[in-house]
């Protein structure tokens, strides 16, 4: 896959009304959403991640983004996983018509054991990109997925950025959740197992869903972003 497939931002569908910038997840880039059909009356963009540079938090980061991106309002901006926090972020920083949150927390006591664990034993120093990547590739044999789904991931997780992947991960550690500050969807799934299903709420649940289904449910998630960029952009029209 030649490089800008994940270092462009993806233009899923255009429609002049209503646009919905997502990010993607940790290890993982705009690629990810390649399957994503909210329909005909969104345009959909996927952002790739940027170099960290000095960002010493996902509240810093998301102020970077943002300056390099340089959005025009009216949007919703979302992600799924890591992208979705600094999409929470991101709303506190910038005006928004909304937030699409997909297998993403929103509070600590959402994330799995072993994250809240590591960030008690501040294990930040000894993260890094081969660390990371060996986790993923475990994690992934438990996990079910399509055939495309899973060299997707794989792919995605083997070229992501190594200064990228080790921030990010270390800021999950350290991350206190700003809450919401605009309207919201959450999408998650019942088989996640990142951040469990059982401690999420508030959120339009997936069976069977897991923490990488915006790839192969894509078509089913997309609905239901549809339906809420219709019901929440009736109040505007972009220029």
Not at 67 to 88: N, T
Not at 183 to 207: C, E, K, N, Q
């Amino acid at each position: 896959m030649p490089d800008r497939a994940r270092t462009a931002p993806l233009v899923l569908s255009l429609f002049p009304d209503v646009r919905l910038y997502l990010l993607p997840g940790l290890g993982a880039d705009p690629r990810m959403y390649r399957n994503l059909d909210c329909g005909p009356d969104a345009e959909v963009i996927a952002l790739p991640w940027i170099p960290p540079g000095s960002a010493a938090d996902l509240g810093a980061y998301a102020e970077k983004l943002i300056e390099h991106y340089r959005p025009e309002p009216p949007y919703f901006i979302g992600g799924v996983s890591l992208g979705g926090m600094i999409a929470q972020e991101w709303a506190h920083l910038a005006e928004v018509e909304g937030l699409v949150l997909i297998s993403t927390a929103v509070e600590r006591a959402e994330m799995a054991a072993p994250i809240r664990a590591a960030a008690a034993l501040r294990a930040g120093p000894v993260i890094s990109k081969p660390l990371l990547q060996a986790l993923g590739t475990a994690g992934d044999r438990f996990t079910s997925k399509s055939p495309e789904g899973r060299a997707l991931f794989l792919e995605m997780l083997r070229e992501s950025d190594a200064d990228f992947m080790t921030f990010g991960a270390c800021a999950v550690l350290d991350w206190e959740p700003p809450g919401i500050a605009a309207p919201y969807l959450r999408i998650h799934g019942t088989a996640d197992r990142v951040f469990p299903a059982s401690s999420v709420r508030d959120a339009v649940m997936i069976r069977g869903g897991n923490h990488f289904m915006i790839f192969d449910r894509g078509a089913e998630i997309g609905k239901e972003i549809g339906r809420f960029l219709a019901g929440s952009s009736k109040n505007f029209r972009r220029l």
